[in-house]
């Protein structure tokens, strides 16, 4: 069973635009909802997450928009640069039971 | 601070055999999770331990198992290798002093390759 559903699996984008990853839950326990950016032969890191009880957090370029009672939320990279091309998951997660989503590769162009 | 460390970062192993995975969290951490990430299934949660106790676990057969060291330490073990049990594991730590959710922080992960 998919707990957390992520879209679109791929995303190419042009620099200096805004990139847009959506992901919507199903478990209404999950509390803790991160972001993690993945480069090939890496670990996944740790970009930005956010609680329930807040509807947005902005870090820099990076800003989650999280809505409770559509059970979703969503990952904007303004500015989209190069260095940004990675793998993105979404997750939820409920006392570090973390669940993630398929993931987003995302390409920015040059 | 030093970062999630993992060991080995690459392994092969035959079927039938099995494996044991090292990881030290982050100083200070004592929450420890396993995960395992494939091309197919992505990242799923394997278990997380906490001061020496598993506290959550995911949906895997009884091939995979943990444990936690007293200095906060985990290994992980995978008995009786099939060729499925090929993936990249990933151990995370957090700082979660109870059963919330706190930010995890993974490590490089160990490459394994059944064959």
């Known amino acids: 069973q998919q707990q957390v559903k992520q879209s679109p699996q791929s995303l190419i984008v042009q620099k200096g635009g805004i990139s847009i990853i959506n992901c919507a839950y199903e478990?209404?326990?999950?509390?803790?909802f991160p972001w993690y950016q993945q480069f090939p032969g890496k670990g996944p890191a740790l970009l930005i997450a956010?609680?329930?009880?807040?509807s947005e957090k902005k870090e820099g370029r990076f800003t989650i928009s999280f809505n409770k009672s559509a059970k979703q939320f969503s990952l904007h990279i303004m500015d989209s640069q190069p260095g940004d091309s990675a793998t993105y998951f979404c997750a939820a997660s409920r006392a570090n039971d973390m669940r993630f989503g398929a993931g987003t590769r995302l390409t920015v162009k040059p | 601070k030093a970062g999630v460390t993992q060991t080995p970062r690459y392994l092969i192993k035959t079927r039938g055999q099995q494996v044991t995975l090292s990881c030290s969290p982050i100083?200070?951490?004592?929450?420890v999770s396993w995960y395992q990430q494939t091309p197919g299934q992505g990242l799923q949660f394997l278990f997380e331990y906490f001061s020496e106790t598993q506290r959550n676990k995911g949906n895997f057969p009884g091939r995979f198992s943990g444990r936690q060291f007293s200095n906060s330490r985990s290994e992980m073990n995978v008995s009786t290798l099939e060729l499925g049990d090929s993936a990249l594991y990933l151990c995370a730590s957090s700082s979660s002093p109870g059963r919330d959710s706190y930010e995890q922080y993974f490590g490089p992960g160990t490459r394994l390759t059944v064959t």
């Open positions: 100083s200070g951490h004592r929450s």
């Open positions: 478990n209404t326990a999950f509390d803790y």
């Open positions: 956010i609680r329930p009880d807040v």
